[in-house]
Structures are given as structure tokens and as C-alpha cells.
């Protein structure tokens, strides 16, 4: 699987908002589904959200995934941060492209750098 590139991080007030970036220079994004994971220190990575292939924006609560096809970046935005939300975020593709978020493997993951988000009061 593809290394991805994630961005946009960084120190954030509580009740702001984050926008993170993911992108890839071997990968045409649009085919794939992305998903966002994150991890806090000590505790294991937990998916946040999943754009399927077959969307361009999707909402859960207080996050957004979206893609720019132009720019072959998927975003995350995250608003009302809280400190909890603090954490390393990484984003992920499927292995093959066309199919759907819950054909991920993870066992397949090559985890990126991440970008890290750190969220105070």
C-alpha cells in the first residue's frame, strides 16, 4: 500500500476548527476510498471517517471529509474542536482502488507520518 502525505496541523484553541490535508503523488485519490484515523498517546489509532470512491464530501457531527480532485487532496475538517480531540492524525487508502470504505484491511495499512493536532482550552 501507498504511503500518504498528511498536513494542517498544529495548536488550535478549543471551539476552533482545523482543516488537514491528505495527499498523495503516486495515487489518484479519486478513485479510492480515504479514510482519517487518529491517535492519542498511549491508546491506538481509531477511525474517525471514511470518503467512499463514489463521494466527493461526507459529514459526521463535527467532522467533514472532502476531495479536491484538482488538487488530488482529501481534507478533513474538523470545527468546535475540544481537547479531546487532541491527537495524531493520519489518513489511509483502500489498497485497490473501487471499492468501498469498509473494504479497508487494515493489516494492509503503511501508516504515514500524520500531522499532529493539539487542542487547548
Known amino acids: 500500500q501507498v504511503q500518504m502525505m498528511e498536513s494542517g496541523g498544529g495548536l488550535e484553541r478549543a471551539g476552533g476548527s482545523a482543516r488537514l490535508s491528505c495527499t498523495s503523488s503516486e495515487l489518484n485519490l479519486d478513485y479510492y476510498s480515504v479514510h482519517w484515523f487518529r491517535q492519542v498517546p498511549g491508546q491506538g489509532r481509531e477511525e474517525i471517517m471514511c470518503?467512499?470512491?463514489r463521494a466527493s464530501r461526507s459529514r459526521e457531527g463535527r467532522f467533514t471529509i472532502s476531495i479536491d480532485v484538482g488538487d488530488n487532496t482529501v481534507y478533513l475538517q474538523m470545527d468546535n474542536l475540544k481537547p479531546e480531540d487532541t491527537a495524531i492524525y493520519y489518513c489511509?487508502?483502500?489498497?485497490?482502488?473501487?471499492?468501498?470504505?469498509?473494504?479497508?484491511?487494515?493489516?494492509?495499512?503503511?501508516w504515514g507520518q500524520g500531522t499532529q493536532v493539539t487542542v487547548s482550552l
Open positions: 489511509v487508502t483502500n489498497e485497490e482502488p473501487y471499492t468501498d470504505c469498509r473494504d479497508l484491511e487494515e493489516k494492509t495499512i503503511k
Open positions: 470518503l467512499s470512491y
